[in-house]
């Protein structure tokens, strides 16, 4: 068996991204060696490619890559519910100083990782893990939303909010989404209701579609002063406004006038602490089981990108020109 095998290295902050032949790795106590068929691009891998994303801890030169969707080659010590040869998916590496998806081979806390959906391709599957981890962490583990809620969330044709949007959906909340005018058909194809947010003010769509109450649960996907138009559109008393890009320096005053709730979402946390990794592979359970039974899909890019095409897809993602998630593919389907 070959020992060697192919990765993309950031080599150095702002430098391309270099394809080299580097040590397979061994998987050890806990960890499954997966055969990467394809690896998702997030924005943040672009982001520590060039030297930013300090909060990421992934010190160059590293292989970068969050998501990944493969088969498993070879279980480590102590791994159990797995097997050789199955498909899975998960976020399994990339940041505080473990090796990315990037790669033909990644060994992965097993906790980490669950069966792929069956319904969904590889590329798909790839794309998945981080989006929907942060959608999930946001709208059911620190907001709990059901049937009866009024659902905002904000960029409803990004990554997470896309799933945000059908993960709302599916467990009963009435769901709306802003966008800009171009992503307002794939909104509604979601099943929610689009905003436009360039043309309407928040007075004007909290009027329209909450008769000035304000919405349940708002998810901010975009940060800045969209998280501050959050804290505008908030109902209050219940209302609970979420944000995986709340890093800014915001007034809290509309928010505590209303007496509503503030949580941010910080998905890397178990990748960079070791705690809470077990929950990670449970949401990707409760993503398979939404994807097998038609309640979730994910747009992906459809240019098709190899791991020697790596920079020109991570200019791609960089630079927002994606139609959907960027996908490396390493395996031919």
């Known amino acids: 068996m070959n020992q060697t095998m192919l990765a993309a290295i950031a080599e150095s902050a702002q430098a391309p991204l270099a394809v080299r032949h580097m040590a ?12 990467v068929h394809a690896a998702g691009v997030n ?16 010190a160059l030169p590293a292989v970068l890559g969050l998501d990944l969707a493969g088969t498993v080659v070879e279980l480590g010590e102590a791994v ?24 033909q081979f990644i060994a992965v806390d097993a906790r980490l ?16 893990p981080l ?44 769901v709306y989404a802003t966008g800009s005018a171009a992503s307002l058909d794939f909104i509604r194809s979601l099943g929610a209701t689009a905003i436009d947010y360039q043309t309407q ?17 708002i998810y901010d996907t975009v940060g800045g002063s969209t998280l501050d138009a959050s804290f505008q559109a908030v109902k209050p008393y219940t209302g609970h406004v979420l944000s995986c890009l709340g ?13 509503a709730t503030y949580s941010g979402v910080f ?49 791609q993602v960089a630079a927002g020109r994606s139609k959907g998630k960027t996908v490396i593919q390493l395996v031919s389907e």
């Open 24 to 35: 397979r790795p061994v998987p050890g106590k806990g960890q499954v060696l997966v055969k």
């Open 43 to 58: 924005p943040l891998d672009t982001k520590i490619a060039t030297g930013a994303g300090a909060h990421a801890r992934q």
């Open 80 to 103: 159990e519910g797995f097997t050789p040869g199955q498909a899975v998916f998960g976020m399994a590496g990339g940041i505080g100083g473990a090796q990315g998806t990037l790669a």
């Open 113 to 128: 990782i669950a069966a792929k959906p069956q319904v969904l391709s590889m590329r798909e599957a790839a794309a998945l």
């Open 131 to 174: 989006v929907f981890i942060t959608a999930w962490e946001g709208l059911v583990d620190r907001a709990n939303v059901h049937a009866g809620q009024r659902v905002l969330i904000h960029g409803g044709a990004g990554g997470v909010g896309q799933v945000a949007v059908q993960l709302a959906k599916a467990r009963g909340a009435e």
């Open 201 to 217: 003010s928040v007075e004007a769509y909290v009027e329209q579609y909450t008769a000035g109450e304000g919405f349940d649960i």
């Open 247 to 259: 890093w800014g320096q915001h007034s809290l005053a509309p928010l505590s006038f209303k007496s």
């Open 267 to 315: 998905t890397l946390t178990p990748l960079l602490t070791g705690t809470g990794r077990d929950h990670h592979g449970d949401i990707l359970r409760e993503a398979a089981l939404l994807a097998n039974a038609g309640q979730l899909s994910i747009r992906v890019d459809q240019q098709h990108f190899a791991l020697a095409e790596v920079n020109e897809a991570f200019r």
